[in-house]
């Protein structure tokens, strides 16, 4: 069984940073998709940024580009989110999620998800 588990995030002013992790289990296929997500009180769940494990390009949402960065260690089969120059609209539930294909669907048509962690950015 797919298990995706989060740690990481909490509170910080803005400027500051915080990483992200996403410990997933229970899968041997590769390469696989994985994203991180975010949805904020009110709002829609968005895409922050997306990886083939494996070594392809990410891709990163516009309102992420050049703060955050996401990062995989395939011998832990865990993935990373560093968050820099955090604002305080970064304010958000984040969720990783991973997709058990060779692809990422678009969207958040993902087959499974994190627990989420909330990050807050005060300003």
């Known amino acids: 069984q797919v298990q995706l588990v989060q740690s990481g995030g909490g509170s910080v002013q803005a400027g500051g940073s915080l990483r992200l992790s996403c410990a997933a289990s229970?899968?041997?296929?590769?390469?696989?998709?994985m994203g991180w997500f975010r949805q904020a009180p009110g709002q829609e769940r968005e895409g922050v940024a997306r990886v083939l494990t494996g070594g392809s390009s990410p891709f990163y949402a516009d309102s992420v580009k050049g703060r955050f960065t996401i990062s995989q260690d395939n011998a832990k089969n865990t993935l990373y989110l560093q968050m820099n120059s955090l604002k305080p609209g970064d304010t958000a539930m984040y969720y990783c999620?991973?997709?058990?294909?060779?692809?990422?669907?678009?969207?958040?048509?993902?087959?499974?998800w994190g627990q989420g962690t909330q990050v807050t950015v005060s300003s």
């Open positions: 999620a991973a997709h058990l294909a060779a692809y990422c669907p678009g969207g958040y048509r993902f087959g499974y």
């Open positions: 229970g899968y041997n296929y590769r390469p696989i998709c």
